[in-house]
């Protein structure tokens, strides 16, 4: 994408749904009228709606549903998140590129997003399912200067942010089952995977991936899935912009991300608790050596999670599945 039409879509978002005059364009963007005149065309192309008013200008009406970079970057208001946006229509995994990027050094905050994914994966070697247009499916990169240990804290950290997004967003009240789960009335809206390019004392990159069905409905969900997923636009009986999500996520992802570095987990665990379902209840936890059945009675500090057992033992839970 040019730097000429990142700039214009900059202005529009500035003007707030107001005309900005071609001349004011051509003016910010050091560019002649006509060159003004070919981007807005060209955007008509891609499907915003743009009303052109004589001796007024121009103004967006609407911006047209996609994940694209201009759909993201319309009306985002962060500093660093998402402002290098990696987009593809189609990809096998956001978080498989996002590695890559990371590896070769990109900013921190670059977002990889896709309009569908044809291998997307869940923890271990589980898939993700990924259909065109009815998702959010993206990878975040940061670069905290942190050890290892702190990492899955940042699972935590994107389920609270994701956690709000649809509360400010869409009006639903969402909850989290430790550790990567958001559910909406039991069933799962979104699944987070946080990975890791580390030494052994240092993180170079944490990388986010999140996966949020939006407009799927019932019945595109495979056998499956049927009875443990579930969608935005299921749950709140009407289509929802996917960008307007995107964009609040990385938004409350930068603030977190920032009251993480400041303050600790403290603030952040207190938040999470506050949307978690799992605690203090009966759960079965399945780890890889084994089933742990109790009470959950919280979250340590470093996010890991407390089970009480029936003879009163306490075991900390790094990983696993929860039943409730
Ligand atoms: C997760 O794993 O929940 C993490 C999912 C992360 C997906 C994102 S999308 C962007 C980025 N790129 C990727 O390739 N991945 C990330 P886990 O807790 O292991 O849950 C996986 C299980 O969730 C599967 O075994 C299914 O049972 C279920 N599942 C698969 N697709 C689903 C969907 N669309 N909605 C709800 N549940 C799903």
Redesign the pocket.
């Not at 990169?141 to 389920?159: C, D, E, Y």
């Not at 639903?172 to 987070?192: F, M, Q, S, Y």
């Not at 603030?267 to 084994?290: D, N, V």
């Given at each position: 994408e040019s730097p000429i039409r990142k700039k214009m879509l900059q202005a529009f978002s500035e003007s707030d749904g107001e005309f900005v005059s071609g001349q004011a364009l051509a003016d910010f963007l050091g560019c002649t009228r006509t060159a003004v005149w070919k981007h807005i065309e060209e955007l008509r192309r891609e499907g915003f709606e743009l009303e052109a008013v004589r001796r007024k200008g121009y103004r967006i009406l609407h911006a047209p549903d996609k994940v694209t970079e201009n759909e993201i970057r319309y009306g985002l208001n962060t500093k660093n998140l998402g402002q290098t946006i990696y987009y593809q229509e189609s990809i096998d995994?956001?978080?498989?590129k996002?590695h890559q990027l990371a590896y070769d050094n990109c900013p921190e905050g670059t977002l990889v997003i896709a309009e569908e994914?044809t291998?997307?994966?869940?923890?271990?070697t589980?898939?993700?399912?990924?259909p065109k247009y009815s998702?959010?499916?993206?990878?975040i990169i940061l670069r905290p200067n942190l050890p290892p240990q702190q990492a899955p804290q940042f699972t935590l950290l994107a389920a609270v942010a994701v956690v709000q997004a649809l509360e400010e967003v869409c009006g639903l009240n969402p909850e989290i089952k430790w550790p990567?789960?958001i559910l909406i009335n039991g069933?799962?809206?979104?699944?987070?995977?946080t990975e890791l390019q580390a030494e052994s004392d240092k993180i170079n990159s944490i990388i986010i991936?999140?996966?949020m069905?939006v407009n799927?409905k019932q019945e595109d969900?495979p056998e499956?899935?049927q009875k443990?997923?579930?969608s935005v636009a299921i749950e709140k009986g009407k289509i929802v912009s996917r960008s307007s999500i995107i964009q609040k996520i990385l938004e409350k992802l930068e603030l977190y991300y920032h009251l993480y570095m400041e303050k600790g987990f403290g603030p952040i665990k207190l938040l999470w608790e506050g949307y978690a379902i799992s605690i203090g209840r009966e759960i079965i936890a399945r780890t890889i050596t084994g089933t742990i059945e109790g009470k959950a009675i919280g979250i340590t500090n470093d996010g890991v999670l407390k089970i009480e057992d029936s003879s009163g033992r306490i075991h900390e839970i790094y990983s696993a599945?929860i039943e409730i």
């Amino acid at each position: 994408e040019s730097p000429i039409r990142k700039k214009m879509l900059q202005a529009f978002s500035e003007s707030d749904g107001e005309f900005v005059s071609g001349q004011a364009l051509a003016d910010f963007l050091g560019c002649t009228r006509t060159a003004v005149w070919k981007h807005i065309e060209e955007l008509r192309r891609e499907g915003f709606e743009l009303e052109a008013v004589r001796r007024k200008g121009y103004r967006i009406l609407h911006a047209p549903d996609k994940v694209t970079e201009n759909e993201i970057r319309y009306g985002l208001n962060t500093k660093n998140l998402g402002q290098t946006i990696y987009y593809q229509e189609s990809i096998d995994s956001t978080q498989k590129k996002a590695h890559q990027l990371a590896y070769d050094n990109c900013p921190e905050g670059t977002l990889v997003i896709a309009e569908e994914q044809t291998s997307g994966r869940g923890r271990m070697t589980r898939s993700w399912h990924s259909p065109k247009y009815s998702g959010i499916w993206m990878s975040i990169i940061l670069r905290p200067n942190l050890p290892p240990q702190q990492a899955p804290q940042f699972t935590l950290l994107a389920a609270v942010a994701v956690v709000q997004a649809l509360e400010e967003v869409c009006g639903l009240n969402p909850e989290i089952k430790w550790p990567n789960d958001i559910l909406i009335n039991g069933k799962k809206v979104t699944g987070i995977l946080t990975e890791l390019q580390a030494e052994s004392d240092k993180i170079n990159s944490i990388i986010i991936g999140i996966g949020m069905n939006v407009n799927s409905k019932q019945e595109d969900f495979p056998e499956e899935l049927q009875k443990i997923a579930t969608s935005v636009a299921i749950e709140k009986g009407k289509i929802v912009s996917r960008s307007s999500i995107i964009q609040k996520i990385l938004e409350k992802l930068e603030l977190y991300y920032h009251l993480y570095m400041e303050k600790g987990f403290g603030p952040i665990k207190l938040l999470w608790e506050g949307y978690a379902i799992s605690i203090g209840r009966e759960i079965i936890a399945r780890t890889i050596t084994g089933t742990i059945e109790g009470k959950a009675i919280g979250i340590t500090n470093d996010g890991v999670l407390k089970i009480e057992d029936s003879s009163g033992r306490i075991h900390e839970i790094y990983s696993a599945d929860i039943e409730i």
